[in-house]
């Protein structure tokens, strides 16, 4: 029962967050010398999306509170915040200072976390699938980047431009978790939802970019274009395969980051943050062939034509089958 409902939740909020969509930013975000703005909320177990945020359970500069929920949530937050910040010179979600407001503990079991088009919301799991899912500061900057998604590039929630919206939430929800720890490219393990997982679902984590089919038992993310195939945009097929095939632009990124080296959030972030966020460069239904084209275009306009770092995003488009 709390599976079923956890999907239907689930589903319905994804179509309200399509509706969202914001062409509010006809052009790049500004450099701002802004700050972040979190607000914490505690849903008590409520599972009504109409009250939503809750009840306030920390404010911005407030001290840490017993719930670690809480805690992770706001910190989480800020993280991500600091990452397109220190990074980018994007300030918040749309890039105009939006308050991240988060709300914790909503409905019983509920086996997600999600971006609502607005806010942050937390369910703390089942403890069988899943356990809290603030636990994991890449989920966090993970569905924040929905929001940044949702402010720029706009790419519909279904097929391969859906898979393209998931991997670019993983891409830098990974980098909020590498920006935090100080790792580089070759140090990460690029996993994604690593410690999140209950033991019904035996693995180390949801996903893992780097070695896709590899995260946890039953994982069947292909490495490349030969595990591709179209599937019905539904919600039983998971809307066309958007979190089963991110794993090919996943890997991409992961192979040009690696292969540039350093810290991924610097060169190979900025080349993939150009592509998301600039106007013009992604369509609403691009494909990946389209996402490959426009990040190794954006490669050389940054870097130059034919350098290095350029060539290293072609090798990770080449490797997964995209480009040939």
Known sequence: MRARRTREKSARIRRARAGHRSRALAVPPPVSDGVVHRSVYDMKQGGNESDLPGVIARGEGD??????????????????????????????????????????????????????????????????MFTGFTRSIDVIGHELTHGVTQHTAGLVYEGQSGA??????????????????????????????????????????????????????GDTQPRDMDGYAPLPNDEEDDFGGV???????????????????????????????????????????ADFAAAAAAIV?????????????????RAGWTEVKVLL
């Open 63 to 128: 001290p840490v509170v017993a719930d670690h929920a809480v805690n992770e949530a706001y910190d989480g937050a800020g993280a991500t915040y600091d990452l397109y910040s220190a990074a980018f010179s994007r300030d918040s979600i749309d890039g105009l200072g939006m308050e991240l407001i988060s709300s914790v503990h909503f409905d019983e079991g509920f086996n997600n976390a999600f971006w609502n088009g607005s806010q942050m919301v937390y369910g703390d799991g089942d403890g069988r």
């Open 164 to 217: 393209l919206n998931e991997s670019f939430s993983d891409v830098f929800g990974s980098l909020v978790k590498q920006r935090s720890l100080n790792q580089t490219a070759d140090k990460a393990d690029w996993l994604i939802g690593e410690g999140i997982l209950g033991p019904a679902l035996p693995g180390k984590a949801l996903r893992s970019m780097v070695d896709p089919g590899s995260a946890y038992d």
């Open 243 to 285: 979190h089963q095939y991110s794993s090919i632009p996943n890997r991409a990124f992961c192979i040009a980051a690696q292969q540039i080296g350093g810290n991924a959030w610097e060169a190979a972030g900025t080349i993939w943050y150009n592509a998301l966020t600039q106007p013009g460069r992604l369509s609403e239904t």
């Open 297 to 313: 275009a954006v490669a050389g306009e940054l870097f130059g034509d034919g350098s290095a770092q350029q060539e290293d995003v």
